[in-house]
């Protein structure tokens, strides 16, 4: 005659414990399997691309010592008023200033420019419109009045 000795209640609590913890780990990677095969499974839809900004931008380099060596003149180029702002990125802050500039949406009309003073070498001018894919510009190094 076989006699077994029933398990103690320490290992069926182990027990019931490692179940617990493989159903919770089970449960965990599903989910996170799923969204990949979903990822993968989606084709990225093509990305439209805005038009370019119809404008013209040229840096002029200033003589008056109390402004920036550098103003940018932008041009509308459009038939239409453009509604424009832009963010400055300096390439020289102090410690305790700002290290960019956001300016204000200017209504430029047609062939009429917004002119932008106290830009340095090394900026990096962003214009943006609402419509138009955002247009990037550096203060030129060296070469004033160049044409963008």
Same mark, same amino acid.
């Given at each position: 005659? !076989?006699?077994?000795q029933?398990? !103690?209640p320490? !290992?069926?609590?182990?027990?019931?414990?490692? @179940?617990?913890f493989a159903?919770?780990?089970?449960?965990a +990677?599903? *989910?996170? %399997?799923?969204?990949k095969?979903?990822?993968?499974?989606?084709?990225?839809?093509?990305? #439209?691309?805005?038009?370019?900004?119809?404008?013209?931008?040229? @840096?002029?380099? #200033?003589? =008056?010592?109390?402004?920036?060596?550098?103003?940018?003149? #932008?041009? =509308? =180029?459009?038939?239409?008023?453009?509604?424009?702002?832009?963010?400055?990125?300096?390439s #020289?802050? @102090?410690?305790m200033? !700002?290290?960019? &500039?956001?300016?204000?949406? %200017?209504?430029?009309? *047609?062939?009429?420019? &917004?002119?932008?003073?106290? +830009?340095?070498?090394?900026?990096?001018?962003?214009?943006?419109? %609402?419509?138009?894919?955002? +247009?990037?510009?550096?203060? *030129?190094?060296?070469?004033? =009045?160049?044409?963008?």
């Amino acid at each position: 005659m !076989s006699t077994s000795q029933p398990s !103690s209640p320490r !290992s069926a609590a182990c027990r019931t414990a490692l @179940f617990a913890f493989a159903c919770a780990c089970t449960l965990a +990677l599903t *989910p996170a %399997q799923a969204v990949k095969a979903a990822d993968t499974a989606a084709p990225a839809a093509p990305a #439209v691309k805005a038009p370019s900004l119809p404008v013209t931008a040229t @840096f002029d380099k #200033v003589a =008056n010592a109390e402004r920036g060596p550098y103003v940018l003149k #932008v041009t =509308n =180029n459009a038939k239409d008023t453009l509604k424009v702002s832009a963010k400055i990125l300096l390439s #020289v802050a @102090f410690h305790m200033g !700002s290290k960019h &500039w956001d300016l204000p949406e %200017q209504a430029i009309e *047609p062939g009429k420019a &917004w002119t932008i003073p106290d +830009l340095t070498a090394g900026d990096k001018v962003t214009l943006l419109a %609402q419509g138009y894919a955002p +247009l990037e510009l550096v203060v *030129p190094q060296g070469t004033p =009045n160049a044409a963008m």
